[in-house]
Protein backbone atom coordinates (compact mmCIF):
# COMPACT_ATOMS: atom_id res chain seq x y z
CA UNK A 1 0.00 0.00 0.00
CA UNK A 2 1.74 3.42 -0.51
CA UNK A 3 2.19 5.96 2.01
CA UNK A 4 -0.21 8.26 0.10
CA UNK A 5 -2.93 7.52 -2.23
CA UNK A 6 -4.54 10.43 -4.71
CA UNK A 7 -7.31 9.95 -7.50
CA UNK A 8 -5.37 11.21 -10.31
CA UNK A 9 -8.48 12.41 -12.47
CA UNK A 10 -9.21 14.35 -14.76
CA UNK A 11 -11.44 16.25 -12.78
CA UNK A 12 -14.25 18.40 -15.02
CA UNK A 13 -17.08 20.66 -13.39
CA UNK A 14 -18.76 23.45 -14.69
CA UNK A 15 -17.72 27.02 -13.61
CA UNK A 16 -19.46 27.86 -9.81
CA UNK A 17 -19.50 24.19 -8.90
CA UNK A 18 -17.75 22.99 -5.62
CA UNK A 19 -15.00 20.68 -6.11
CA UNK A 20 -13.77 17.72 -3.07
CA UNK A 21 -10.27 16.66 -4.09
CA UNK A 22 -9.03 14.09 -1.49
CA UNK A 23 -6.00 12.05 -0.46
CA UNK A 24 -5.92 8.76 1.50
CA UNK A 25 -2.89 8.23 3.94
CA UNK A 26 -1.56 4.92 5.59
CA UNK A 27 1.23 6.01 8.14
CA UNK A 28 -0.81 7.27 11.29
CA UNK A 29 2.42 9.31 12.28
CA UNK A 30 1.61 12.00 9.76
CA UNK A 31 0.07 15.26 11.68
CA UNK A 32 1.11 18.07 9.42
CA UNK A 33 -0.98 18.25 5.78
CA UNK A 34 -0.55 20.74 2.85
CA UNK A 35 -1.96 20.93 -0.23
CA UNK A 36 -0.21 22.77 -3.16
CA UNK A 37 -2.12 24.28 -6.50
CA UNK A 38 0.44 23.75 -9.38
CA UNK A 39 -0.25 25.34 -12.68
CA UNK A 40 1.28 23.76 -15.94
CA UNK A 41 5.04 24.30 -16.50
CA UNK A 42 4.93 26.02 -13.11
CA UNK A 43 6.39 25.30 -9.39
CA UNK A 44 3.62 23.90 -7.13
CA UNK A 45 2.26 26.93 -4.88
CA UNK A 46 1.44 26.28 -1.07
CA UNK A 47 -2.20 26.49 -0.36
CA UNK A 48 -3.36 25.14 2.64
CA UNK A 49 -1.35 24.08 5.84
CA UNK A 50 -3.01 22.33 8.69
CA UNK A 51 -2.11 20.59 11.51
CA UNK A 52 -3.55 17.56 13.15
CA UNK A 53 -7.48 16.66 12.64
CA UNK A 54 -10.16 19.49 11.92
CA UNK A 55 -11.02 22.21 9.27
CA UNK A 56 -9.11 25.40 7.74
CA UNK A 57 -11.05 27.55 5.57
CA UNK A 58 -9.37 30.73 3.94
CA UNK A 59 -11.32 32.20 1.40
CA UNK A 60 -13.08 29.74 -1.05
CA UNK A 61 -11.36 27.20 0.41
CA UNK A 62 -11.59 24.85 3.08
CA UNK A 63 -8.92 22.15 4.55
CA UNK A 64 -10.33 19.33 6.20
CA UNK A 65 -8.47 16.37 8.01
CA UNK A 66 -9.74 13.31 9.73
CA UNK A 67 -6.82 11.34 11.31
CA UNK A 68 -9.58 8.93 12.29
CA UNK A 69 -10.05 8.04 8.49
CA UNK A 70 -6.58 8.99 7.25
CA UNK A 71 -8.21 11.01 5.01
CA UNK A 72 -7.84 14.32 4.00
CA UNK A 73 -10.08 16.50 1.98
CA UNK A 74 -9.40 20.05 0.02
CA UNK A 75 -12.96 22.13 -0.96
CA UNK A 76 -13.29 25.10 -3.51
CA UNK A 77 -16.35 26.93 -3.50
CA UNK A 78 -17.57 28.96 -6.51
CA UNK A 79 -15.08 27.20 -8.32
CA UNK A 80 -13.54 29.63 -11.48
CA UNK A 81 -11.88 28.63 -14.43
CA UNK A 82 -8.74 29.73 -13.04
CA UNK A 83 -8.74 26.95 -10.36
CA UNK A 84 -8.01 24.71 -13.61
CA UNK A 85 -4.62 23.15 -12.37
CA UNK A 86 -2.97 20.39 -10.48
CA UNK A 87 -3.35 19.91 -6.93
CA UNK A 88 -1.26 17.63 -4.74
CA UNK A 89 -1.85 16.72 -1.34
CA UNK A 90 1.33 16.90 0.72
CA UNK A 91 2.19 15.32 4.76
CA UNK A 92 4.59 14.88 7.22
CA UNK A 93 4.82 13.28 10.81
CA UNK A 94 6.42 15.43 13.72
CA UNK A 95 9.86 15.89 13.45
CA UNK A 96 10.77 14.80 9.76
CA UNK A 97 12.54 17.01 7.50
CA UNK A 98 10.56 15.53 4.54
CA UNK A 99 7.31 15.75 2.80
CA UNK A 100 5.12 12.31 1.06
CA UNK A 101 3.29 13.58 -1.90
CA UNK A 102 0.35 12.75 -3.64
CA UNK A 103 0.43 12.45 -7.51
CA UNK A 104 -2.00 14.63 -7.65
CA UNK A 105 -5.45 15.01 -9.05
CA UNK A 106 -5.91 17.51 -12.52
CA UNK A 107 -8.79 19.50 -12.16
CA UNK A 108 -10.50 21.69 -15.31
CA UNK A 109 -12.98 23.98 -14.41
CA UNK A 110 -15.17 24.37 -17.66
CA UNK A 111 -16.58 28.66 -17.90
CA UNK B 1 10.18 40.14 -3.08
CA UNK B 2 10.96 36.65 -1.46
CA UNK B 3 10.99 33.62 -3.26
CA UNK B 4 13.24 30.67 -5.14
CA UNK B 5 15.17 31.16 -8.72
CA UNK B 6 15.57 28.19 -10.81
CA UNK B 7 17.83 28.80 -13.75
CA UNK B 8 17.54 27.77 -16.66
CA UNK B 9 13.76 27.37 -17.53
CA UNK B 10 15.13 25.06 -19.90
CA UNK B 11 17.93 23.19 -20.74
CA UNK B 12 19.08 20.55 -23.20
CA UNK B 13 21.66 17.92 -22.57
CA UNK B 14 24.09 15.74 -24.70
CA UNK B 15 25.01 12.23 -24.48
CA UNK B 16 27.61 11.64 -22.05
CA UNK B 17 27.54 15.45 -21.08
CA UNK B 18 26.98 16.82 -17.28
CA UNK B 19 25.14 19.43 -16.88
CA UNK B 20 24.19 21.99 -13.76
CA UNK B 21 20.73 23.24 -12.87
CA UNK B 22 20.88 26.41 -10.21
CA UNK B 23 18.72 27.20 -7.56
CA UNK B 24 18.94 30.41 -5.43
CA UNK B 25 16.53 31.28 -2.41
CA UNK B 26 16.45 34.58 -0.51
CA UNK B 27 13.61 33.44 2.32
CA UNK B 28 16.82 32.58 4.52
CA UNK B 29 15.17 28.99 4.52
CA UNK B 30 18.05 26.58 6.37
CA UNK B 31 16.15 23.54 4.48
CA UNK B 32 16.56 23.17 0.31
CA UNK B 33 15.19 20.09 -1.78
CA UNK B 34 15.51 19.21 -5.28
CA UNK B 35 12.88 16.69 -7.00
CA UNK B 36 12.01 15.10 -9.79
CA UNK B 37 8.66 15.59 -11.56
CA UNK B 38 7.61 12.69 -14.40
CA UNK B 39 4.42 12.48 -15.41
CA UNK B 40 2.03 10.04 -13.25
CA UNK B 41 4.74 9.59 -10.98
CA UNK B 42 4.57 13.05 -8.93
CA UNK B 43 7.53 14.29 -7.22
CA UNK B 44 10.25 11.84 -6.22
CA UNK B 45 12.92 13.57 -3.74
CA UNK B 46 16.66 13.83 -4.78
CA UNK B 47 18.85 15.46 -2.78
CA UNK B 48 17.94 17.85 0.58
CA UNK B 49 20.03 19.96 3.11
CA UNK B 50 19.07 20.59 6.04
CA UNK B 51 22.41 23.15 6.74
CA UNK B 52 25.44 24.41 4.97
CA UNK B 53 27.65 21.92 3.84
CA UNK B 54 25.94 19.22 4.24
CA UNK B 55 23.19 17.20 2.30
CA UNK B 56 21.06 13.56 2.29
CA UNK B 57 19.82 11.59 -0.68
CA UNK B 58 16.79 11.18 -0.65
CA UNK B 59 14.96 8.34 -2.93
CA UNK B 60 16.53 8.27 -6.48
CA UNK B 61 19.54 10.44 -5.84
CA UNK B 62 21.51 8.05 -8.30
CA UNK B 63 23.11 9.59 -11.41
CA UNK B 64 22.91 12.89 -9.41
CA UNK B 65 25.31 15.51 -7.34
CA UNK B 66 24.51 18.66 -5.57
CA UNK B 67 26.49 21.30 -3.42
CA UNK B 68 25.54 23.14 -0.37
CA UNK B 69 28.19 25.91 0.19
CA UNK B 70 25.99 28.72 1.19
CA UNK B 71 22.57 29.15 2.66
CA UNK B 72 21.13 30.68 -0.66
CA UNK B 73 22.15 28.36 -3.19
CA UNK B 74 21.63 24.58 -3.94
CA UNK B 75 22.98 23.38 -7.19
CA UNK B 76 22.08 20.19 -8.21
CA UNK B 77 24.31 18.69 -11.26
CA UNK B 78 22.73 15.64 -13.03
CA UNK B 79 25.52 13.23 -14.23
CA UNK B 80 26.32 11.15 -17.73
CA UNK B 81 25.54 8.23 -15.16
CA UNK B 82 21.70 9.27 -15.27
CA UNK B 83 20.75 7.08 -17.84
CA UNK B 84 16.91 8.55 -18.26
CA UNK B 85 17.68 12.63 -16.89
CA UNK B 86 14.33 14.10 -18.74
CA UNK B 87 12.03 15.82 -16.70
CA UNK B 88 11.31 18.65 -14.96
CA UNK B 89 13.25 19.59 -11.90
CA UNK B 90 12.10 21.32 -9.05
CA UNK B 91 13.94 22.73 -6.17
CA UNK B 92 12.22 24.18 -2.54
CA UNK B 93 12.82 25.37 0.51
CA UNK B 94 11.49 25.35 3.73
CA UNK B 95 12.31 27.24 7.59
CA UNK B 96 12.75 23.12 9.11
CA UNK B 97 11.10 20.29 10.62
CA UNK B 98 7.40 19.65 9.82
CA UNK B 99 7.33 23.19 7.92
CA UNK B 100 5.74 23.32 4.30
CA UNK B 101 7.85 23.63 1.31
CA UNK B 102 8.11 26.83 -1.07
CA UNK B 103 8.89 25.34 -4.91
CA UNK B 104 10.57 27.67 -7.79
CA UNK B 105 9.26 27.09 -11.07
CA UNK B 106 11.18 24.56 -12.34
CA UNK B 107 14.01 23.60 -15.19
CA UNK B 108 12.57 21.17 -17.78
CA UNK B 109 15.61 19.09 -18.75
CA UNK B 110 15.56 17.56 -22.56
CA UNK B 111 17.95 15.18 -24.11
CA UNK B 112 19.24 16.21 -27.63
Known amino acids: QKEVEQDPGPLSVPEGAIVSLNCTYS??????FMWYRQYSRKGPELLMYTYSSGNKEDGRFTAQVDKSSKYISLFIRDSQPSDSATYLCAMTQGGSEKLVFGKGTKLTVNP | DGGITQSPKYLFRKEGQNVTLSCEQN?????MYWYRQDPGQGLRLIYYSQIVNDFQKGDIAEGYSVSREKKESFPLTVTSAQKNPTAFYLC???????????FGDGTRLSIL
Open chain 1, 27 to 32: NSAFQY
Open chain 2, 27 to 31: LNHDA
Open chain 2, 92 to 102: ASSIGHNQPQH
